[in-house]
């Protein structure tokens, strides 16, 4: 299995971070693709298989901590291209949102 979890949908609160710009502030990180859930059920393979897919957006993966779960709110093209690249890691930035429930 690739991922811990197939979701659909983002089961924690809204955080504010909409924009690409607004991650810049979380540094990078190595996250195991089989600790990550996903909140998007569905691809598109044109992205998955486009060379510059990440030219416009962060190249680093979004994922938000919520109740001890990793959940891969951007960047699912970019950890299924690493896993069939054969790497069982991607980088991302995590937001937190345990710390502010006094955890």
């Known amino acids: 299995m690739i991922f811990k979890g197939v979701g659909d949908g983002r089961p924690y609160p809204p955080h504010g971070l909409d924009e690409a710009r607004d991650w810049a502030h979380l540094p990078p990180r190595m996250l195991r693709l089989d600790e990550l859930v996903t909140t998007r059920a569905q691809l598109d393979l044109h992205v998955l298989l486009s060379p510059d897919s990440t030219f416009y957006g962060d190249i680093f993966c979004h994922v938000v901590k919520w109740q001890d779960d990793l959940y891969l709110e951007d960047g699912l093209h970019r950890a299924l ?3 069939l690249q054969g790497r ?4 991302g930035r995590v937001l937190d949102l345990d710390a502010g429930r006094g955890r």
């Not at 069982?88 to 980088?91: G, L």
């Open 81 to 83: 291209r690493a896993a």
């Open 88 to 91: 069982p890691v991607v980088h």
